[in-house]
T-cell receptor, first 107, second 115 residues
Framework: KNEVEQSPQNLTAQEGEFITINCSYS?????LHWLQQHPGGGIVSLFM???GKKKHGRLIATINIQEKHSSLHITASHPRDSAVYIC?????????FGTGTSLTVIP | GAVVSQHPSWVICKSGTSVKIECRSL??????MFWYRQFPKQSLMLMAT?????????EQGVEKDKFLINHASLTLSTLTVTSAHPEDSSFYIC???????????FGAGSRLTVL
């Protein structure tokens, strides 16, 4: 069993739709990261969470420590949001990565 | 977080040659850096943790003699793929943890193709 499980693996949405990507983990964490990887390969850290909720523009990330679950929401999705979104959990000196969610937003 | 520069962004080499990839932390003294490999349509796989001034810590299944890591200064870690073979073709990425390892900044990645 993977320490970090993400769903869905693939997601196609129409422009403007509200999108949710889920992440569940089984280890004790110091922080959870949401990462975005564009087709060129570069990875950008979107959020680092240890509790509660964070918002950057159209992106919202939440974490429930008791349930060991986090969600990434994208409001009013746009084709430029098309990317792979990866959930990563920091636990002690280790990082565990989800398999990623490939998002395609269609105009 | 840190500003991380990774070089080269892509490299093509012949089978049997060695390739060195550099990861620089431009504005943060990094005692630790992480090296990952990513195969197409797969997530990141941690290969090793690079420790400044000491030996790297390799993940299970990663050959330390194949993937040489050197972290001689607080701003530079290098990954050398020795005697590269086509199966080593992959996307290699480094990251620098800062602020107590809770903030991760990634390099842009290096795409290696071994012919």
């Amino acid at each position: 069993k993977n320490e970090v499980e993400q769903s869905p693996q693939n997601l196609t949405a129409q422009e403007g739709e509200f999108i949710t990507i889920n992440c569940s983990y089984s280890v004790g964490i110091s922080a959870l990261h949401w990462l975005q990887q564009h087709p060129g390969g570069g990875i950008v850290s979107l959020f680092m969470l240890s509790s509660g909720k964070k918002k950057h523009g159209r992106l919202i990330a939440t974490i429930n420590i008791q349930e060991k679950h986090s969600s990434l929401h994208i409001t009013a999705s746009h084709p430029r949001d098309s990317a792979v979104y990866i959930c990563a959990v920091g636990s002690g000196n280790q990082f565990y990565f989800g398999t990623g969610t490939s998002l395609t937003v269609i105009p | 977080g840190a500003v991380v520069s990774q070089h080269p962004s892509w490299v093509i080499c012949k089978s049997g040659t060695s390739v060195k990839i550099e990861c620089r932390s431009l504005d943060f003294q990094a005692t630790t850096m992480f090296w990952y490999r990513q195969f197409p349509k797969q997530s990141l796989m941690l290969m090793a943790t690079s420790n400044e001034g000491s030996k790297a810590t390799y993940e299970q299944g990663v050959e330390k003699d194949k993937f040489l890591i050197n972290h001689a200064s607080l701003t530079l870690s290098t990954l050398t793929v020795t005697s590269a073979h086509p199966e080593d073709s992959s996307f290699y990425i480094c990251s620098v943890p800062s602020t107590g390892a809770n903030v991760l900044t990634f390099g842009a990645g290096s795409r290696l193709t071994v012919l």
